[in-house]
């Protein structure tokens, strides 16, 4: 597909037309997904915790190496470098249950980690890890949310936390 040839033909509000769009989509059982071939998948699940681990040096040190050596390359089509970039110091997890199972699943979602890099800024680590626990630990859990699921072609059979998708496919507050 050439990315030159989609077009924004119109906006999805919040509510019931997103979740009419993403209902049929929306799986309870990665297995199942695996099972028909698929690689993408957002996750109905019962979230049990939402925490965090401290990245160690070497990590955060390899992650930073990996990034610059991607900044130097010369790029024909963009104007700029991209701009300079601080690994996030932490890792973000969900304990969750699904009809598999109970799994425990690292959140690659870059926006969790521009959340605490935003919430930190504001308050402080401490404090932001705090509010994260908050929203990601208990408010999206409690008003509803998916996970979206995808494998990479290197580990074809595991899946990673893609991202998270505040959705309630009543439209009311799921009771938990």
Known sequence: ME?????IIGTLKKGKPREDLLTPFVTHSLKKERQ???????????????FWEKKPPEQLEEE?????QARA???LFASNLLPAYSPCPYIFKYRYRTED?????????WETDA????????????????RMQEIFG??????????????HSRFPETWLINGV???SPSGQTPLL
């Open 64 to 68: 930073a190496a990996l990034f610059k």
């Open 101 to 109: 199972g109970r799994f425990t699943g690292t959140c690659q979602d």
């Open 3 to 7: 990315h030159e040839s989609l077009r």
């Open 138 to 151: 208990q408010q999206y859990p409690a008003e509803g949310m998916l996970l979206a699921m995808g494998t």
């Open 73 to 75: 390359q010369q790029d």
């Open 115 to 130: 959340t605490y890099f935003r919430l930190s800024k504001k308050m402080g680590g401490s404090k932001a890890l705090e």
């Open 165 to 167: 998708i505040k959705f």
């Open 36 to 50: 028909e071939g698929k690689s993408l998948a957002l996750l109905s699940a019962e979230i049990e915790e939402f």
